[in-house]
Nanobody, 118 residues
Framework: QVQLVESGGGLVQPGGSLRLSCSTSGIRERFFAMAMGWYRQAPGKQRDLVAQ????????NYADSVRGRFTMSRDNAANTLSLQMNSLKPEDTGVYYC?????????WGQGTQVTVSS
């Protein structure tokens, strides 16, 4: 059974940092062969891709709104993803999800809530 579990969110003040983690199960045979992404769904908005990483982890790309502040990484041995978020802004608030970079997507996890507020 495929499962994606995001964690590490919370309430943080503007300028603060958080590190999100994504654990996966049921996709070990495919994880290392797939580009992966972190997605964000802000309140009342659609889910958008904010960061992506290549299969081998050597190449990353970011949405303009987070470039220079967020860093995505992966551990193919552990089948996990991370998203280091620095200099957080109120507009970074939302629920963060991990999933395949391209369709078909795995079943979406519950996500982890990030709230940036003073």
């Amino acid at each position: 059974q495929v499962q994606l579990v995001e964690s590490g969110g919370g309430l943080v003040q503007p300028g603060g940092s958080l590190r999100l983690s994504c654990s996966t199960s049921g996709i070990r045979e495919r994880f290392f062969a797939m580009a992966m992404g972190w997605y964000r769904q802000a309140p009342g908005k659609q889910r958008d891709l904010v960061a992506q990483i290549s299969r081998d982890g050597d190449t990353t790309n970011y949405a303009d709104s987070v470039r220079g502040r967020f860093t995505m990484s992966r551990d193919n041995a552990a089948n996990t993803l991370s998203l280091q978020m620095n200099s957080l802004k109120p507009e970074d608030t939302g629920v963060y999800y991990c999933n395949s970079r391209y369709p078909p997507y795995f079943p979406w996890g519950q996500g982890t809530q990030v709230t940036v507020s003073s």
